[in-house]
């Protein structure tokens, strides 16, 4: 006790030194005169005192859960019970089903449209947590794929005055081809260079956009891009941004069932194999090759269908929505939710996404609360929002009733 | 003694690493029933043969043949690995190799893979085929769990498993890809006696009871020489001995390389 007060005297104290030429000398040059704002000083040292306690507090809770967990006794916390208890989980999906339904009629246009683009970034995420949360393979171009779909639409309404239903599974299926296209000299790869090879992809196709502008229109972009259509129908604005929202729901629930159901097969667990240890996981007959290539595919079949919905949604696309740091969002929002957790990543994407467009206010500080956030994250909760939780596989052989009565 | 069938047969097998040769044209035969061992001092050679063998490496001469019963037999230079387990010759790891953020049961179901066939398509559909597929995976995959003691453990993640326990995984997960041969790299390192005789045991039941022929890689003596007929020895990437374990007790050679201070103690 004595020494945490001591600590966080020091703390304080180091911070009112660093601090000092910023918070407490103010030069008046109009008058020339030197202010010296004590008083200021005096907020910093209390602040950084409490947060000190604190901090310390978050690290030696961190420290003693770790020490159960080594002792190997883990008490399943309560909220993980209750996340494991069926008859919740239906329940909370249907609520939260209901409230999405009815979200629109409860909520004027501009909150539905910043949903739309939380959503879009939920889909995104669960794409990419299919190759990177549950494949292990680290995708920082991911949103190349996004930019496929979206200039997909872009192009074949522009040239073709082809219509978003038609064009949405090509945008899917395009997605697909650049993910295999781009899967098979990454093959090999592992890692950091994974990383490198994948980065310096998506940096080639925003530099393509940019700079092909005979196809893609260069910087100007592409506008007047047609809404999605419901059997011709005029819509105004609000009714079209409550339509896309609809679709894009639909999307959402679509994804969600795929990745649900795929996590939990043969080829989900092959890539979750492929994650853990790759030499054990080819040793045990998987085609590593075919593992990986389905892995991007799909990831990238879902960014191309959600680019199409982007193009439809924004009306107009330039190559600067689709730059690397829409890539890192969208990793971070995977490993904030939790790497392989689509609960977690659906989480993440609501508040990587909403946080900053509620926050608006504090515009300034927005990277910097962001930057926080995520560093604070890393250290309390390096496993995400929420950590792997695995299916339990009932075994319905003759010792069922031996089974249930251990547990 | 009439001619045993022969699963495995390596002729001459030779590995380099650029100018280092590891593995020195090394013969090996590995009949049906039999548990063969390959013993060796550290770096003889022994776990280079053994990636040879499963297709992690592609040895530089020599060949490496896999004679199925009822089946023609296969080539297996430079296949890769994943071909090698399909065509049923399964593998352990010296440095344990498990998939630890998986339950025990599911890093069994991962041996199943190769035997099954639900692609992307119907595990979306999730049919009936697929599904009795999968309930078929779970209820094979905890047979083997039971037979190597692990059922109780089912739903653990594997990293949490003791040390022994992991080891005894390992093994049923390659029994899940129903191989008829195992290859077994060095499964008693890090074992107490207790465990290591529990282990003795499980080997001679995979044995006897899955007519499955097993080839081992094991520092411990006494169980290399309770349970193993024939042994092979390497040194220096060589083969200087091979014969029965009373054979190999004798052989001045081995007791020269090797077993010297062994022996004595055992």
């Known amino acids: 006790m004595l020494r945490g007060f001591k600590q966080s005297l020091i703390v304080s104290a180091w911070f009112v ?9 103010r030069v008046n040059t109009t008058e020339q005169l030197v202010e010296w704002r004590f008083q200021n000083l005096l907020w910093v040292a209390l602040a950084t005192f409490g947060l000190s306690y604190v901090w310390r507090y978050m690290l030696e809770r961190k420290q003693a859960k ?10 399943p916390s309560k909220t993980r019970l209750l996340m494991e208890d069926m008859s919740f989980r239906y329940k909370a999906m249907g609520a939260l089903l209901v409230f999405a339904l009815v979200f629109p009629l409860l909520f004027d246009s501009y909150q539905v449209n910043i949903m739309n683009l939380a959503l879009i970034y939920v889909v995104l995420g669960l794409g990419l947590n299919i190759s990177v949360g549950l494949a292990g393979l680290l995708d920082l ?78 910087m100007a972009g592409i506008s007047k891009i047609a809404s999605p259509g419901l059997f011709g129908i005029d819509m105004n604005i609000t009714g079209s941004i409550t339509y896309i929202y609809y679709i894009m729901l639909a999307l959402v629930v679509f994804t969600i069932l795929v990745t649900m159901r795929l996590r939990n097969s043969r080829i989900g667990r092959a890539w979750i194999a492929l994650r853990e240890d790759e030499i054990a996981c080819v040793a045990m007959g998987i085609d590593m090759a075919r593992t990986k290539l389905s892995a991007y ?23 600067a929505s689709f730059g690397f740091m829409e890539s890192a969002i969208v990793l971070s929002i995977v490993v904030l939710g939790g790497m392989g957790s689509i609960l977690g990543v659906i989480l993440g994407a609501f508040i990587l996404i909403l946080m900053p467009e509620y926050l608006r206010a504090f515009a300034e500080y927005r990277m910097l609360a962001f930057g926080a956030a995520m560093v604070l994250m890393m250290i309390f909760r390096p496993q995400g929002l929420i950590s792997n939780i695995r299916q339990k596989y009932e075994y319905q052989g003759n010792d069922l009733k031996e089974k249930t009565e251990n547990g | ?48 043969f053994f990636n040879c063998v499963t297709g992690i490496y592609t040895p530089t001469k020599g060949d490496i043949l896999l004679h199925p019963k009822g089946q023609p037999t296969r080539r297996l230079n430079g296949l890769k690995p994943n071909k090698v387990t399909e065509m049923g010759l399964a593998r352990t790891f ?121 080839l081992l890689i094991e520092h411990d003596m006494k169980l290399v020489m309770n349970i193993s007929n024939p042994i092979y020895v390497m040194e220096y990437g060589k083969k200087i001995a091979e014969g029965s374990p009373q054979q190999i007790k004798d052989n001045p050679k081995v007791i020269e390389a090797y077993l010297g201070e062994e022996t004595e103690d055992a």
């Open chain 1, 17 to 25: 030194f660093l601090t000092f030429p910023l918070m407490a000398v």
């Open chain 1, 141 to 218: 171009g991911y949103i190349a794929f996004f930019g496929v779909g979206a200039y997909t639409y872009g192009l074949l309404n522009y040239h073709f005055d082809l219509g978003f239903w038609a064009v949405l599974p090509v945008g899917g299926v395009l997605g697909c081809l650049f993910g295999v296209v781009l899967g098979f000299p990454i093959l090999r790869l592992r890692g950091d260079y994974l990383a490198i090879v994948t980065l310096g992809f998506g940096m080639i196709f925003q530099i393509v956009l940019q700079n092909w502008s005979d196809f893609t229109q260069g």
């Open chain 1, 297 to 319: 595919a799909l990831g990238a079949f879902w960014a191309g269908m959600i680019g199409v919905l982007f193009a439809a949604k924004q009306a107009y696309i330039n190559p």
């Open chain 2, 94 to 214: 010296q440095n344990i190799r498990l998939f630890s953020d998986m339950t025990v049961l599911e890093n069994v179901m991962i041996g199943r893979h190769c035997r099954t066939k639900s692609g992307i398509f119907r595990s979306i559909v999730r049919g009936r085929g697929m599904r009795e597929e999968e309930q078929q995976i779970v209820e094979s995959s905890y047979e083997l769990l039971k037979k190597v003691g692990l059922a109780e453990f089912s739903n653990d993640f594997a990293k949490n498993l003791p040390y022994g326990a992991q080891r005894r995984l390992e093994i049923a997960r390659a029994m899940a890809t129903d191989p008829f041969l195992l290859l077994l790299d060095e499964p008693a390192a890090g074992m107490n006696p207790q465990e290591t005789a529990d282990l003795d045991q499980l080997i001679c039941k995979i044995s006897e009871e899955d007519r499955i022929a097993i």
């Open chain 1, 66 to 75: 770790k020490q159960v967990d080594e002792l190997g006794n883990e008490k």
């Open chain 2, 1 to 48: 003694m009439a001619e045993k069938h022969k699963f495995l047969e390596v002729k001459g097998l030779t590995m380099d690493f650029g100018g280092l040769r590891a593995v020195d044209s090394v013969s090996l035969e590995v009949c049906e029933g039999e548990i063969a061992a390959l013993i060796g001092p550290n770096g003889a050679g022994k776990t280079t």
